[in-house]
């Protein structure tokens, strides 16, 4: 039977087989030298690769070649788009299941409106509430790593790119709360009228190729709103720039439309002598290349 499989960064998986088949989405990254402002750019990499780079974890940022990089930075796929939604720091959507992604357990009156109330720290009574990302908080990591022990409650205090980093650092990322068991055994680590950080943040940043990926990976003062397109710098960190600065710039190739490209011509040849309602099913599942994941986002 003929199947079709969104991946984490919405590509489309297909095959001949009843058992779905996970494919890992393998991005190829291209530094250009040539330098170009962020629209140019975009405009060379959509003609010559897929799109301006996008990321969806550290692994994708570990295989960056960026020797050519400075501290001025290199354009990624990244842009501000005045839309906010909130997002988890761990972008893997195969960590959630369906509906996962969209737990909250705001206390009343929360998210509230205030200026720059952009992050989530958990209360000791499990609820969420938001505030400002430079306020200092403990914070818990998860690590995917130790099953005997997921959550750590860390007793520095942080901002919450702190917390963050040092998360990434030494575990994996700080913890999303998918579920009210979840909650229940994360609030049990903060101590009674205390607060920590966890992974929920707001931010109106689009991936060019229009991926869902929240993957992040900003500068401890970034972003800071001097400028709308964002940066990679030598260290692999992210800040946000003028639009209309000349820089260097990575795109990225998207496996998953070499493996469709593949797919089309094998089946076109398998296909030519086949039925002609056939041939026109399989083109229109083929040419729906990236598809978009409505349900990742949450105004
Ligand atoms: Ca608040």
Known sequence: MFYSLLTTNGCLFLGFSTAPVLQQSMNMYYFVSELKTFAEAQLYCRATYTDLATFENTDDLDTLQTDQVTYTGAWIGLM????????WALADRRFYKDGEIKYRNWAAFEPDDGLNQDCVIMTYKGQFQNTNCLDPFNFICYDVNSPEQRYTYISFLYTWRGAQRHCRLYYTDLVSVRNLDENNQIMDLIPTLGFAYIGLFKDDFAWSDSSMSSFRNWDLLQPDFLGECVALTDNKFW???????LKPFFCYRSECLSFTNTMCALLTLIIISSSSIMYSVLNVILNVKCLDLSDAYDQ
Do not use: S
């Open 80 to 87: 501000e788009t005045g839309n906010f939604y909130w997002h």
């Open 239 to 245: 800040k946000t720039e003028l639009c209309g600065k």
